[in-house]
């Protein structure tokens, strides 16, 4: 079936550090590939997609490549804010699962000022 | 736009009792899901509705998990009876019936613990 794994948490970093949360996938055939957000007190929230092999997501100074070689879907962010701390979810669909949301454990960062 | 909202934001029972959640989806919105996240996990698809009738439940534990949405609007998810393992924040999303499943908006949820 599909799963999704995530580096585990927490991620603590200080203000402008580059992030990196790792995230790789199993799946048949050709998955999409997404990053949610939770920050505190709120709902997911869609970041950044990514549909096919290669494909770059980007929003909000984050990026993630779809690396169908590797299976994997790294979330990077060069320089981390104070308001980037909240918990990351990556997650796929696939059409043969009736695009149902397939997500990983989530990674939780903590920005340091 | 209002977004989803949920309520109660925390329960606590006993197990063996009973509790519900209730989720307003954003207006319009014709697909609705409920998922369960427990502590350390993703969430986890329990059952999505189109309008009042349901698409998928093949991982709701029908035994005692129940949801309804008879008018194709609000929604409840019910335990009855509940078991330590039910110990979660379940989340409500609702999108478009015209989105990709992906696009869809999800509220802050309802923290459930059982002892």
């Known amino acids: 079936g599909n799963s999704v794994t995530q580096m585990e948490g927490p991620v603590t970093l200080s203000e402008e550090a580059f992030l990196t949360i790792n995230c790789t996938y199993t799946a048949t055939g050709y998955p999409s590939l997404f990053w949610y957000v939770q920050y505190p007190g709120e709902g997911l929230q869609l970041l950044l997609k990514?549909?096919?092999?290669?494909d770059k997501g980007s929003n909000k100074g984050f990026e993630a490549t779809y690396r169908k070689e590797t299976t994997s879907f790294h979330l990077e962010k060069g320089s981390v804010q104070v308001s980037d701390s909240a918990v990351y979810f990556c997650a796929l669909t696939r059409n043969n699962a009736g695009n149902m949301l397939t997500f990983g454990g989530g990674t939780r960062l903590m920005v340091k000022p | 736009e209002a977004g989803v909202a949920q309520s109660p934001r925390y329960k606590i029972i006993e197990k063996r009792q009973s509790v519900a959640f209730w989720c307003n989806p954003i207006s319009g919105h014709a697909t609705l899901y409920w998922y369960q996240q427990i502590l350390g996990q993703g969430p986890k698809l329990l059952i999505q509705f189109q309008n009042n009738g349901v698409v998928d439940d093949s991982q709701l534990p029908k035994d005692r998990f129940s949801a309804e949405r008879l008018k194709g609007v609000d929604s409840t998810l019910k335990i009855q009876p509940a078991k330590l393992e039910d110990s979660a924040v379940y989340l409500c999303?609702?999108?478009?019936?015209?989105?990709?499943?992906?696009?869809?908006?999800f509220g802050p949820g309802t923290r459930l613990t059982v002892t």
């Open positions: 990514a549909t096919k092999a290669d």
């Open positions: 999303a609702s999108r478009t019936r015209t989105a990709s499943s992906y696009e869809q908006y």
